[in-house]
C-alpha cells in the first residue's frame, strides 16, 4: 500500500467507528478483508486511527468531523502538506475541495471530554496543559494482560 492508501483506509474505518462501530472491531474487520495488506501496512493504519481517536477533537477543528476531515485534520497537525497525500491518484484520497483546503485550525481545542475539563485542571493545576498535551500521543509503553490468567477481582 502507499502512504496515500493507508490515510484513505483510515478515513473509512473512522467512518465506520462514527457509525457505532468499535475502533477495534472495525479494524480487525478490515484487516480480514485486506488480505493484500502486510503487517507494515496494518501497523500504520491502526496508528493513523488511533492517532486521529486520541486527538479528535483537534483534527475535526483542522479538518471535519467525518473520517477524511479527521485524517486531514490531523495531517495538518503533523505538519504534512495534504496536498501530498490527497492526489486522487490510486488508491489515495480524492483531491482536495476549496471548503477543505480552507478549513479551520485549531485554536485552543483540548482532545479531552467536557466533563473532564474543569476536575482535571482543579487536580492537575500548573500540569493541565503539559497532561493534555501528553494525552495526545502515543504512550512509551504498552502493555498487554493475559485474561485467562489475570484476576479481575486484583
Not at 65 to 74: F, K, S, W
Not at 106 to 127: F, K, N, Q, T
Request: glycine content about 10%.
Amino acid at each position: 500500500m502507499t502512504p496515500a492508501a493507508r490515510y484513505q483506509t483510515a478515513a473509512e474505518i473512522l467512518d465506520e467507528i462514527l457509525g457505532g462501530v468499535a475502533a477495534e472491531k472495525a479494524l480487525t474487520n478490515w484487516a480480514r478483508r485486506a488480505r493484500f495488506a502486510g503487517s507494515k501496512d496494518r501497523a500504520a493504519v491502526r496508528d493513523h486511527v488511533f492517532d486521529v481517536l486520541r486527538q479528535r477533537q483537534s483534527c475535526a477543528a483542522r479538518g471535519g468531523p467525518d473520517g477524511r476531515g479527521l485524517i486531514l485534520g490531523l495531517l495538518r497537525g503533523d505538519g504534512i502538506d495534504p496536498d501530498m497525500v490527497f492526489t486522487g491518484d490510486g488508491y489515495g484520497p480524492a483531491v482536495l475541495s476549496e471548503a477543505e483546503r480552507e478549513a479551520g485550525e485549531a485554536g485552543d481545542v483540548l482532545d479531552l471530554p467536557a466533563w473532564i475539563v474543569a476536575p482535571m485542571s482543579e487536580a492537575l493545576g500548573e500540569d493541565f496543559d503539559r497532561t493534555e498535551r501528553a494525552l495526545r500521543e502515543r504512550a512509551p509503553v504498552m502493555l498487554r494482560v493475559n485474561l485467562a490468567k489475570s484476576d479481575p477481582a486484583a
